[in-house]
């Protein structure tokens, strides 16, 4: 194991279990109970990942986490409504909900949900043997320093499960808020299950309210899509400066199912780090994963996915694109596991980055691990600048400089954005984009 003496939030965690495990041994299920003792072992004996850890390398969390944390602290709720609605999506019809550091808020969730969409704080969902049935099932923790300690310390949460043969009329708009009045580690775990031939589309978006207070979110979500089943997923990150937010999302997919997943990052989040896992559980699955990050100061953003190719008939497409500014720090790490039983598989991965600054850096790491000899699969990186041509171009024909940069920023993205089914969030985005590309003067003084 590293060596944790530097950080004392490692020491705390380990005594805040002892107590928070006594409690839980009074109201939460065996099963639940094993889960948290052994995830705890492993988080023990790991300790918090460094840079020696391969899946760490270029992202040194241990500055980040030697800040002194409170475990347990609420904000105002003045606060959580503020936040929330920066979070609001021009003109999108959805279904909303508010969770305030990883609780859902009662007050902003009265809203008539569908009978056949259920909603519950996992505090309360943990009970049921409905819920037991698939938590703690798709993410390993052994193998996820981070995923580890959720699962042995987490609280709340949510808990979503829509109904075989049912379809979402709208998409289910989940806004999360992390607000502190002092330094905060919380750990959200969710659960989402997309019964069969079931449809759902579910957006998140990460907000957080700008103060001195540090708030530091280790988040799990385990998404099950089970056969015929179409789940569309769309993650938006524009937290304030003092966010530093981990996102462990792992996906199991069933026989004849669709999974597509959107991750936009932007300014102006301290740490943005996404690990994004999707197991192709069955035949005939299709994975779309398509992302979009946007650095800029000091941000550190990082993505990590692997697609799990387990068997055969499988389809998966990936596309990431970065544009990063000033002294931001981007970090891409793609792999492609096709095993021995996924023969006729079919897999594409490419990552491109623009970098709008000298001193912006960009990690750019895309694998393929092939272990089936019948297969389609390539993949693909570039890093560049943005086309001096293409700028004399567009400003010879009267367009201003920092009108042409943003309308070429915005082309080397559409290559994601144009995927967006809901064409609201399209043009929340795209703002969102034009609003973060500074004019030539901010670009020289870095």
Not at 88 to 116: K, R
Not at 137 to 147: L, Y
């Amino acid at each position: 194991m590293a060596n944790q003496v530097s950080i004392p939030l490692y020491q705390e965690l380990l005594d805040e279990f002892g107590g928070k495990f006594a409690v839980d041994q009074q109201a939460e299920p065996d099963l639940l109970l094993q889960l948290r003792q052994k995830a705890f072992n492993s988080f023990e004996r790991e300790g918090f990942p460094t840079t020696k850890v391969e899946d760490w390398k270029y992202t040194n969390v241990v500055p980040f986490l030697k800040e002194g944390y409170a475990l347990d602290v609420r904000a105002a709720g003045a606060a959580m409504a503020h936040a929330a609605g920066k979070a609001t999506i021009e003109g999108l019809d959805c279904y909303t909900l508010v969770l305030l550091n990883g609780q859902l808020q009662t007050p902003l969730a009265q809203e008539a949900l569908p009978p056949f969409l259920t909603v519950r704080p996992m505090a309360e969902a943990k009970q049921d043997p409905a819920t037991l049935q698939y938590f703690g099932k798709i993410a390993d923790t052994a193998q996820h320093h981070f995923a580890a300690l959720n699962t042995a310390l987490f609280s709340d949460g949510l808990f979503i499960e829509i109904k075989a043969n049912a379809q979402l009329d709208k998409p289910l708009h989940i806004i999360h808020t992390y607000s502190a009045l002092e330094n905060l580690f919380v750990q959200p775990r969710h659960l989402v299950v997309a019964h069969r031939s079931a449809s759902l589309s579910l957006v998140e978006s990460v907000v957080s309210e700008g103060s001195a207070a540090k708030v530091f979110v280790n988040s799990l979500s385990e998404v099950v899509v089970e056969e015929n089943a179409h789940l569309t997923h769309y993650m938006l990150q524009t937290a304030e400066a003092g966010l530093r937010h981990l996102q462990h999302t792992e996906v199991s997919q069933k026989r004849d199912s669709v999974y597509t997943n959107y991750t936009f990052s932007l300014p102006a989040a301290e740490l943005l780090r996404n690990n994004l896992h999707v197991n192709l559980d069955d035949e005939h699955t299709e994975s779309h994963l398509y992302g979009l990050y946007l650095g800029s100061d000091h941000q550190l953003v990082d993505n990590h996915t692997f697609m799990n190719h387990r068997l055969a008939h499988c389809n998966s497409n990936e596309i990431y694109k970065g544009v990063l500014l000033d002294k931001a720090v981007g970090v891409f790490n793609g792999k492609v596991y096709v095993h021995q039983d996924a023969q006729k598989t079919n897999a594409f991965q490419q990552n491109n980055n623009l970098l709008l600054s000298p001193k912006a850096v960009i990690n750019s790491k895309p694998q393929l691990e092939i272990y089936a000899d019948d297969v389609k699969c390539s993949h693909g990186s570039t890093i560049g600048q943005l086309s001096q041509e293409a700028m004399f171009y567009l400003q010879s024909r009267g367009i201003s400089e920092d009108t042409a940069r943003a309308m070429l920023v915005t082309a080397f993205a559409f290559d994601v954005t144009e995927k967006i089914n809901l064409p609201e969030l399209e043009t929340h985005l795209n703002k969102l984009i034009n609003q973060h590309i500074p004019a030539k003067q901010e670009l020289l003084n870095v």
